[in-house]
């Protein structure tokens, strides 16, 4: 065996040196291909989320108001009074950056969708107007709305950029705003200000920074996708009553304003649950009102799959090849799909739930998250009213066996 192993090899050496070129071209062949990868998808290896580049980026952020560049009403407590103090990275992800602090006590969370300020287009201001004391009201409104149409694809009056305007101007406050309109989330968040109880609030911002409240967010590491504590049957009571403030999500952004809400990225990290067990949208970078999203969706395609934009899908109409404008599929299935499928499949279903109640609301689940034939309108409406029927007789039988 050895004679003929020799034999193959040759010389002394040969085979070792073989493999080695064999290995050296296999590694350079995988290099070739990473840095082809990179050079097509430059965020595809994330950037890393550290304590000392999230430092620098608020320093940097200072140092621009001291020079008067920003502003905004969080920028002295962050910059000077040392009443808003950094306390860890969470993550940066596609240029996004998301930080944790304390502001004068309470825990926020301070987000900007890229970290220079320098990054974001400065204000379009008319004329040879050289600052936004020279630039009339009524024009710079009409710019302001402009950006939200750009943003989220709605067309809104002046009385209704309240929660967007600034108030009193000076040096480098619109040029702020501006920052900030280029940041969907928080035109959208600015927007639903006061009118939700699932939308986090904005609590001030500092240039391109913009700060919401703290809450801890859902994960797949949880049992319960939620930090839900207690005892079997408490916890099955926690999960009925989020599970009803799901639906209740789902109602109020399909309803509740002038055009429908759409959720594209529906996943337990994009939600957290408050002590009263309301559902907030924590995440609504891809939460997008009805006109935006036929604008997305309204995409040239060669079959099905080419219309399907993270959880909103369409369908391809292979006549002209082009998608549907009109979402096939509804917020309440990829709730279903996503959140209650986990809680209320055979194998995860509280036993502190009958047996018939078990199996009625594993059913109402999959037909809820079963989108039904190709081509159906989604069947939100009885299976919202049927899921929620069962999770208040649910609640009620945990109630009385308590």
Known sequence: MARGRLGRCGRRGRCARGALLACAAWAAGWALAAALLLRAHPGAVPERCTDEGSRRILAALCQDYRGGVLAGDLCEDL?????????????????????QADWRGRPVVLKSKAEAFASFRPPGLPGDADGDQDVPEAELLLLVAGEVRSALGLELSNSSLGPLWPGPRGRGRLASLWSLLQQEEFVLLSLLQGLSRHALPVLGSCGHFYAVESLAAGSPRHRALFPLHGAPRSQAQAVSAVALSFLDLVSHFDNDFSHRLHLCDVKPENFAIRRDFTVVAIDVDMAFFEPKMREILGQNCTGDEDCNFFDCFSKCDLRVNKCGAQRVNSNLQVVC??????????????????PRLRRQLRRAVQECADPGPAGSPPRATPAFWKLRSLLQATLRELRAAN
Do not use: M
């Not at 040392?82 to 969470?90: A, E």
């Not at 799909?337 to 009958?354: E, L, N, V």
């Open 79 to 99: 910059c000077e009074a040392r009443r808003l103090l950094y306390r860890r990275c969470l993550h940066y992800e596609g240029g996004k950056k998301v930080l």
């Open 337 to 354: 799909d996503k959140i209650f499928r986990h809680w209320f499949s055979s194998a995860r279903t509280s036993p502190a739930i009958s």
